[in-house]
């Protein structure tokens, strides 16, 4: 009698949540913008075996969006998810891998990143700060004056904006922006780009040292700015992953990878 | 007279009851939330 074929795997099996992790790690090495996203839920798993210890896997996540940036240094295990409160960004992936001799390696993935609704944040906590667009006047008009803002304080390198990660606006009590952006140092300290900022440009690979920077500022009745950029240190740049090299990027939310 | 009784008359009385306290295993996927739902 022919061997029964395996049960279908079930998605919190230990396979299934290695192949997971395997996928989930493959997409934030692949992703150039935004946040790294953390595993909320295996969505559904398919094997369809190709041979001798040779299957393919196709998997469907749900992934939601954590408070470090693609280009931070934490270890995923390490970053927070944002929470519902904060304006959650939701990632539905479909990935497929192959188990080749019991070794997974990711062909393919495809996400699709959404954030939650708006009604449903209101209606849960009325004065939560909801997502902006990223060219949003008020928004640009933030990063803009909190980026200059350090400059002027700073005695290290003059810091240049790579992108604008995210923007929330609180209309309650206080109309309040909040803006997160990635910037990199250049070859200027942040005394001599007085003179002539233009000329600073964006260290080299090989000694770039990328930061995030977070900033809020109330706009009714209007207060000061505050301000808030750390400096990863110099990272070792992944040779098949280029690093962003395009400063003023703006990421997206719903921005495909495959 | 003897009557056939329909399949699934015969198939209810004949099924094996649950002991009690049976709890039927989740369904394999969707998988657990491990933050949140949105």
Not at chain 1, 65 to 88: D, M
Not at chain 1, 89 to 111: H, I, T, Y
Not at chain 1, 116 to 128: A, H, N, Q, T, V
């Amino acid at each position: 009698v022919p061997a029964a074929p395996p049960a279908p795997l079930g998605c919190d099996d230990p396979e299934s949540e290695a192949a997971a992790e395997v996928a989930v790690s493959y997409i934030n090495g692949h992703s150039h913008h935004g946040y790294k996203f953390a595993l909320n839920r295996i969505e559904n798993i398919r094997v369809l075996p190709q041979g001798p210890n040779n299957d393919i896997i196709f998997l469907e996540l749900d992934l939601l969006e954590t408070k470090c940036h693609i280009l931070s240094p934490t270890p995923l295990a390490n970053c927070t998810v944002r929470s519902f409160t904060e304006h959650a960004v939701e990632g539905d992936c479909d990935v497929k891998l192959q188990k080749l001799d019991g070794k997974l390696s990711v062909l393919a993935s495809k996400c699709h990143s959404h954030a939650d609704s708006s009604e449903d944040i209101i209606r849960l906590c009325p004065d939560c700060p909801l997502l902006a667009r990223l060219n949003n006047t008020e928004v640009l008009t933030t990063v803009t004056a909190a980026l200059s803002a350090h400059n002027s304080k700073t005695t290290d390198a003059y810091l240049r904006l790579l992108e604008i990660g995210r923007a929330n606006i609180q209309y309650h009590p206080v109309r309040t922006v909040f803006v997160e952006f990635a910037v990199a140092a250049t070859n200027c300290s942040a005394a001599e780009a007085k003179d002539n900022a233009e000329a600073c440009q964006l260290l080299p690979d090989d000694q770039s040292n990328f930061g995030f920077c977070t900033a809020s500022k109330a706009i009714h009745p209007s207060r000061d700015l505050i301000v808030d950029c750390q400096l990863y240190g110099h990272q070792v740049p992944t040779p098949d992953i280029p690093f962003l090299s395009r400063p003023g990027v703006t990421y997206s939310q719903g921005q495909d990878t495959s | 007279s003897v009557v056939k009784r329909a399949v699934a008359e015969v198939a209810q009385h004949d099924k094996v009851p649950h002991p009690v306290g049976f709890v039927p295993p989740p369904p394999p996927c969707p998988g657990k939330i491990r933050h949140f739902k949105i």
